[in-house]
């Protein structure tokens, strides 16, 4: 509706008009990262950003002739290793949280099935260990009602 379509004094009669928000939630479509993954995500990018950077002061000052263009290029191929190291990290935190606490992706995932069969098998125990208990406390020569 355009102004010159509008009633006059629409908002001064009217219903009080309904301020547009800003920010509007929306749901995730993917599961946020878990804690130890996410910081060593952190990690790595922070390490890869500075070892670009110092490949690029290497670069530049090997062109211009500088003097400092020698210990930028051998600290560079530290710090490349260093950043490769980093994101080994991110993918080997990543497999090992996975393990640890199954993947919950999928609904078929294995790790649930092996928690589901854990939590079944505990509940026999506990169950067989109700009725040996209870008939201890009967004791051998009473009858059960059963």
């Known amino acids: 509706m355009d102004t ?5 004094g629409t908002w001064a009669t009217g219903p009080t008009p309904i301020p547009r928000q800003l920010w509007v939630e929306e749901p995730s479509t993917r ?12 990690r790595a990018v922070l390490i890869v950003s500075l070892t670009l950077i110092q ?3 290497a670069f530049l000052s090997t062109l211009a002739g500088s003097w400092l263009a020698f210990p930028m290029v051998i600290s560079s191929v530290a710090s490349t290793v260093v950043a490769t190291w980093g994101v080994l990290d991110v993918w080997v935190t990543r497999q090992v949280w996975n393990q640890r606490n199954g993947v919950v992706s999928e609904p078929s995932s294995s790790a649930r099935q092996l928690r589901r069969e854990r939590r079944r098998a505990r509940r026999v125990a506990k169950a067989d260990a109700r009725r040996s208990a209870r ?3 009967r004791g051998p020569g009473r009858l059960s009602r059963a």
Not at 4 to 8: G, H, I, T
Not at 32 to 40: F, I, K
């Open 4 to 8: 010159d379509e509008r009633p006059a």
């Open 31 to 42: 599961r946020r990262m878990a804690d130890p993954v996410r910081t060593a995500a952190v």
């Open 55 to 57: 490949a690029m002061i």
């Open 135 to 137: 008939i201890r406390r």
